[in-house]
Nanobody, 124 residues
């Protein structure tokens, strides 16, 4: 059974940092791109960041550029999202996802596997 399990979410004050992890099991994802998305209350899910299969190419939403960093450890089948300088508007459920190709984009429909999400709450 293929699973993506996020962890590392929590409550943090504005300006603080969190590091999210996404552990994959059931198959290796080292040959496909991976991404992070988020969904805030009352809003649609949106793209946050993506990374190519060996990590040479990354892409970020404008709202997180310079503050968030996506990385991966293929030996551990794990994806990460380092979030710095957090703002209240970063509050959301964060999801990791596995793309169908070795390099990914921002479109949700291109991602085949999804985790259950982890809550990130940033207080002002």
């Amino acid at each position: 059974q293929v699973q993506l399990v996020e962890s590392g979410g929590g409550l943090v004050q504005a300006g603080g940092s969190l590091r999210l992890s996404c552990a994959a099991s059931g198959r290796t994802f080292s040959d496909v791109a991976m991404g992070w998305f988020r969904q805030a209350p009352g809003k649609e899910r949106e793209f946050v960041a993506a990374i190519s299969w060996i990590g040479r190419s990354t892409d970020y939403a404008d709202s997180v550029k310079g503050r968030f960093a996506i990385s991966r450890d293929n030996a551990k089948n794990t994806l990460y999202l380092q979030m710095n300088s957090l703002k209240p508007e970063d509050t959301a459920v964060y999801y990791c996802a596995a793309h169908r190709l070795y390099i990914g984009g921002q479109a949700e429909k291109e991602y085949d596997y999804w985790g259950q999400g982890t809550q990130v709450t940033v207080s002002s």
